[in-house]
C-alpha cells in the first residue's frame, strides 16, 4: 500500500499514536481502526499479528514539518528527525511505535481560516499555485515551494514461507467473534465490569470499557501538548 500526502503549512494533531496494526484475518478492510489498536495493546493476539514495515518520506523545504517517534517506547524520550527534509525517509514498523508528523511550516503560517472536511486542494496551472477550496471559494492559496510532499510505502513482511503460507492461505485467521471474546474474557479477569455487547461495533459502554482498560500513551515529549490545536492558529 502506497500513500501520498501533499499539504502546506497547518497545525497537525499533536498527540502521538499507534498505526492500526494488522492481524491474519482482522484488518482495516473489515474492521474499525479502534478495535484494531485496541487489540495491539491488550498484547493477547501477538501471534497473529501481521509483520509490517514501512517507509516514510519527505520533500519538504520550510519550516518545522519534523517526524517525532518514541523508538525506546513510550515511556522513554523521543527522537526527532529533522531538517534537511529533503529527499530524507525513514524504515520503521509505526503499528508498534508511538510517533506522530509535527505541524507543518512556521506558527504564524499555519491557519487555514474557512477549512472544512469537505475542502478540496488542487494544483492551478495557470496560476502556478496550490489552492484549498471550500464549496468552491479560495480560501488560501501556497506556492509551490511551500507544498510539502510525503510518500508512504507499507508492506507485509514474511520471516519464512511458513509464515506467508499462513498468512495467504488463510489457515489460521482470528475471527471478531474469537477477538471480542478473548478481550471480553480477559478484561472479566481484571476485574472490569462489563456486560456482553450487542452489537460490538457500535456499543458504546463496551467501546469505552476497552478503550479506558487497553490504555498507553508516551509520557514524555519535546513539544507542549495542548487539546486539540488543529483549526487554531
Ligand atoms: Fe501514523
Redesign the pocket.
Known sequence: MMLFNICGPHNSGLNP???AVTFRGVRIENTPVWLQNVMAKSGLFQEYIIKMAQVVSWFWLGEEGTFTYWPNGPLEDPVKVGHPMWNKGVLVQ?ELMF???DPVGRPDERAVPGLAHRSLLEYRKDADDWAITTDGDVIRTYEPKNIRFLVHWNAEVYMDLREAKLVMDHTDDLTHERAIGTLLADMRAKGVEVDDPTDPFHDEAFIHALTSTYTIAPTKDWIERRPDQRMSG
Open positions: 499514536h499507534l498505526d509505526n510517533h506522530r508528523g
